[in-house]
């Protein structure tokens, strides 16, 4: 009894030590309240980004359809009780506009090392690229205008990602498209993806990956694809 109450208090002491700020690398960018991004985005290399539980990222400029680019690491530790969200304005959030574009989804650099999304939501993104959207001046993702962005993509042939527990839905493009690093993406959710064609899940060469246990709703064109040109 005595060491269960010790436990106890121990436990109790944790739980209320949780609403600590927490603390961060020097240097870090976090984001720790709800937050309405009406520009591009961008995450210098060697900058790390730390979204907080129960944050919700809303993207509301259907001019500029913004971005998020990674060029550095993003860290979005959220939890079942306090997820993460990356949305848009709740007047677009409806049937007969699920597809429409309003923003260019998250996409990271050559350099970028790390990346981790537990307990994240990302939807209605899909925006086309055009000779203002980040992406395109950083010469990333398919490095033309045009091309309709992924929920999220990720390219360093040397760096690693996490994607789980996570939700991805009414995104106009892939929800995810990969082209390299090593990678583990488990128990998520990958619903409506795709206006005219887009896969759930899109893997290209140069990656190295643990897929598993993930529910795959409605894809546009394929669930889970492989693609690619040479080794």
């Keep these: 009894f005595i060491a269960f109450t010790a436990i106890l208090f121990t436990a109790c002491e944790q739980d209320d030590d949780s609403s600590i700020e927490k603390e961060y690398p020097a240097g870090s960018i976090v984001w720790r309240n ?23 990222i809303t993207m509301n400029d259907t001019v500029v359809r913004p971005e998020i680019i990674i060029l550095g690491n993003l860290y979005c530790y959220g939890t079942a009780d306090k997820p993460i969200k990356f949305t848009v304005a709740s007047e677009y959030r409806t049937e007969d506009k699920r597809f429409n574009r309003y923003w260019g989804g998250i996409i990271c650099g050559y350099d970028s090392k790390e ?32 091309e309709g962005v992924p929920g999220f993509h990720f390219c360093n ?37 795709g206006f005219d064609g887009g896969e759930a ?3 290209k060469s140069g990656c190295l990956a643990d897929v598993a246990y993930n529910f795959i709703y409605d ?4 669930a889970f694809k492989l693609s690619n040109n040479g080794g």
């Design 34 to 56: 709800d937050t309405t991004i009406t520009d591009h985005v961008i995450i210098p290399e060697g900058k790390s980004l730390y979204v907080e539980p129960g944050v919700t």
């Design 115 to 146: 990346v981790i999304l537990d307990h994240v939501t990302i939807e209605y993104g899909g925006a086309q690229t055009t000779e203002q959207s980040e992406s395109f001046k950083h010469g990333l993702f398919k490095t033309v205008t045009g």
């Design 157 to 193: 042939i040397n760096g690693k990602f996490v994607i789980q527990n996570c939700t991805f839905h009414n995104n106009a493009e892939d929800q995810i498209y990969i082209t390299g690093g090593k990678s583990i993406v488990m128990y998520n959710k990958f619903i409506s993806s």
């Design 201 to 203: 899940i899109n893997y």
């Design 219 to 222: 894809a546009n064109s394929n």
